[in-house]
């Protein structure tokens, strides 16, 4: 049975961005019809929304905010892949044991790659929101640990190949599969795994959804405008195309470099 968010985080999260939950509640209701689609845990706070939705300034002002709270935009950071300072930014909160994340990741994740990414308009985000308890964030340690030897991606990826669940992300699973996917130093992966800095980047990713209202997975913020679930490839593209045309009347993002 999958582990959901405790009724105190809810709380938590509830009364921390009331505001913000309520906008976005009110666009969801609006437009519900057209982006119902599969969730590995329960619709929370953060409904999908529509990439056509024309949004007023105040709405747009809201997006805006929140892009700007969420897109970390952080140098060498092994969890982004994209130019630092590409004018949309994707951030990803998932579960590895998410199979709908797992559809995310082989279907569309690649075709946004290709489009987006290499063209210098989208940067993508990965935050570890682990939803279905110790499993998953012992596999989420292991692709942060990963993220240490330049190879986040790759285990990323691998986790995500097929739907894994329980033993399957036993430790000795997740080294093995360190392994294939070329990280090096398997003791130094060990020892990162289960560091404290692997408590606080995970702690920091959890807590950052959850201060979102985020309790499903896959959700996405497309430069502030939600997504919630594995939509087709089409509801992406026409939220990023319309994020990109948006930040054309708006200064640069700073940084650069990938």
Known sequence: MPTSASPARKLAALGAVLALVVAVIAIGVAIAKSTQSGHDTEPGAAPAASPEAEEDPAQQKMFDD???RTSRRA???????????????LVEYADYQCSFCGRFTRE????LIKKYVDAGTLRIEFRNFTVFGADSERAARASWAAGRQGKF????????????KGAALAEDKLVG???SSG????DKFRADM???????????????GYQLGVQSTPSFLINGRPVAGAQPLAVFSQA???????AKHQPAAEGGGK
Do not use: I
């Open 66 to 68: 929140l892009a700007k």
């Open 75 to 89: 140098d060498g950071d092994p969890l982004a892949v994209g130019k630092k300072n590409a004018p949309v930014v």
């Open 108 to 111: 569309t994740q690649p075709e």
């Open 153 to 164: 991606w790759q285990l990323h990826d691998a986790l995500y190949a097929k739907t894994r």
């Open 177 to 179: 599969l360190a392994r």
């Open 183 to 186: 990280v090096d130093d398997l």
């Open 194 to 208: 289960k560091s404290v800095d692997a408590d606080k980047a995970l702690k920091k990713d959890q807590d950052e």
């Open 240 to 246: 990023v195309e319309q994020a990109a045309r948006t």
